[in-house]
């Protein structure tokens, strides 16, 4: 099982870029999928990106041509390249890890991160 750490998150205005990094324990980080998802106050957690152990990405409409997930099997690390920013960003974001196949879907996934605060001021 793998543990999670999220960071990189912070006040920024709209416009601007953020990376948040996803800092896995455990040997077995690359046979994971990997997601980040986001909860605003308020609102259910949303899936914003997804990266499959094979490579494959998933993004929410919302995100998608904005953000752009990595990974880094050898530093056991994804990233969420988050640019063009909105107030509309604000949220809590969590990586997670999982074996499910519906990596757009938080079933998905069964280990997740403390969360890190994104907030875009207009």
């Known amino acids: 099982q793998v543990q999670l750490v999220e960071s990189g998150g912070g006040l920024v205005q709209a416009g601007d870029s953020l990376r948040l990094s996803c800092a896995a324990s455990g040997r077995t980080f690359s046979r994971y999928n990997m997601g980040w998802f986001r909860q605003a106050p308020g609102k259910e957690r949303e899936f914003v990106a997804a990266i499959a152990s094979l490579g494959w990405t998933s993004y929410a409409d919302s995100v998608r041509g904005r953000f752009i997930i990595s990974r880094d099997n050898a530093k056991n690390t994804v990233y969420l390249q988050m640019n063009s920013l909105k107030p509309e960003d604000t949220a809590v974001y969590y990586c997670?890890?999982?074996?499910?196949?519906?990596?757009?879907?938080?079933?998905?996934?069964?280990?997740w991160g403390q969360g890190t605060q994104v907030t875009v001021s207009s």
């Open positions: 997670a890890a999982g074996t499910g196949p519906l990596i757009a879907t938080v079933h998905a996934y069964d280990t």
